[in-house]
């Protein structure tokens, strides 16, 4: 079993910065993979972020450029660093991880609201 809390959200105006934090209470080196999903109101939670223990990472296409997801195996820590952000960015980020060999989400976070003010 593992815990994901998030912490780092808030408010901001366009073309700010956050820096989400996601904490695990087992190794991460565990993981097959670690990210970052997104959900507003209403609609389905998407995929902004992922990084595999290999240290591969993914990217959706709108955020690209903008959004850095990074590791802290130490802190057993994954970090979201978002820059350049936008009104649309606005929504929960939620923290997961997966297991090898699961093919499947196996850890969610509680989730941490961003707002993003025009």
């Known amino acids: 079993q593992a815990q994901l809390v998030e912490s780092g959200g808030g408010l901001v105006q366009a073309g700010g910065s956050l820096r989400l934090s996601c904490v695990a209470s087992?190794?991460?080196?565990?993981?097959?993979?670690m990210g970052w999903y997104r959900q507003v109101p209403g609609k389905q939670r998407d995929l902004v972020a992922k990084?595999?223990?290999?240290?591969?990472?993914n990217y959706a296409d709108s955020v690209k450029g903008r959004f850095t997801i990074s590791t802290d195996n130490g802190k057993n820590t994954v970090y979201l660093q978002m820059n350049s952000l936008k009104p649309d960015d606005t929504a929960v980020y939620y923290c997961?991880?997966?297991?090898?060999?699961?093919?499947?989400?196996?850890?969610w976070g509680p989730g941490t609201q961003v707002t993003v003010s025009p």
């Open positions: 990084i595999t223990s290999g240290g591969i990472t």
């Open positions: 997961y991880a997966d297991l090898p060999g699961t093919w499947k989400i196996d850890y």
């Open positions: 087992r190794s991460i080196v565990s993981f097959n993979a």
